[in-house]
C-alpha cells in the first residue's frame, strides 16, 4: 500500500496541482472551487480505476502502446501549458458551461499518463485480496490528498490574491510544459527503443 500511495503522490502531486486548479479556475466563486475539486478528483478516480481493471483490453483493442498514450498525454499537457503560459485559459474557463474540472483537470493532468501506466502496472502484480486491498487503498488515499489540497485551496487563493495567481499560473504554465515535454521525450525515446 505504501509502495502504491508514494508513487501515485509523486506522479499526481497534490500539493503542486493547487496552482494550476487555481489558475484555471480564476475568477470562480468559492462553491464553484468546491464543486471542481470534487469533480475533478471523482474523474480521475474513475479513469485510473478503469484502466487499473481493464487498461490491457482497452490499448489492446485499440491497438494502442503505453508510449503511445504517453505521447498523446503530454501533447495534451502542453496545451494547457501554453494556455497558462499566454493567459488564454481566462478566455476557456469564463465560459459558464466550460468545466476544466472534467479536461484538463480530471484527466491528463490527474489521471494522466504517468499515473495510468503506473496504476497498470501495479494492477498487475494483484494476485490476492491483501495485494488487491493495498493497491486500492493506495489509490483511494491518494484520491484523498488530492480532494483535500484542491478543497482548501481557497484559503491560498484570499491570501495571494488575483495578482498571485497569475503570477503562479505563469509559473506553473512553464512547470508543466517542461513536464509535457518530457513526457513526450520518454514516448519517443520508448519508441526509438523499439518499445512502441
Not at 10 to 25: K, R, Y
Not at 97 to 108: Q, R, S
Not at 113 to 128: K, L, Y
Request: aromatic content about 8%; glycine content about 8%; hydrophobic content about 60%.
Amino acid at each position: 500500500m505504501t509502495e502504491v500511495f508514494v508513487t501515485l503522490f509523486v506522479i499526481m502531486d497534490p500539493v503542486g496541482t493547487i496552482p494550476i486548479f487555481l489558475a484555471l479556475n480564476r475568477g470562480r466563486s468559492a462553491a464553484t472551487l468546491h464543486r471542481a475539486a470534487w469533480q475533478a478528483v471523482a474523474v480521475s478516480f474513475a479513469v485510473i480505476v478503469a484502466f487499473a481493471f481493464f487498461g490491457q483490453q482497452i490499448l489492446g483493442y485499440l491497438h494502442i502502446s503505453l508510449p503511445a498514450l504517453q505521447a498523446a498525454g503530454g501533447l495534451l499537457l502542453l496545451l494547457v501549458a501554453l494556455e497558462l503560459l499566454t493567459g488564454k485559459e481566462q478566455e476557456a474557463t469564463a465560459a459558464a458551461d466550460v468545466n476544466v474540472a472534467l479536461v484538463p483537470l480530471g484527466t491528463p493532468m490527474l489521471a494522466g499518463p504517468g499515473a495510468i501506466v503506473a496504476t497498470m502496472v501495479f494492477s498487475q502484480r494483484v494476485h490476492d485480496l491483501a495485494s488487491f486491498a493495498a493497491v486500492a487503498l493506495g489509490v483511494v488515499l491518494v484520491h484523498v490528498a488530492l480532494w483535500l489540497a484542491m478543497r482548501f485551496s481557497t484559503p491560498i487563493l484570499r491570501l495571494i490574491r488575483d495578482g498571485g495567481v497569475m503570477l503562479v499560473s505563469r509559473i506553473s504554465g512553464l512547470l508543466l510544459s517542461a513536464i509535457a515535454v518530457q513526457l513526450v521525450a520518454d514516448a519517443v525515446r520508448a519508441f526509438v527503443a523499439g518499445e512502441g
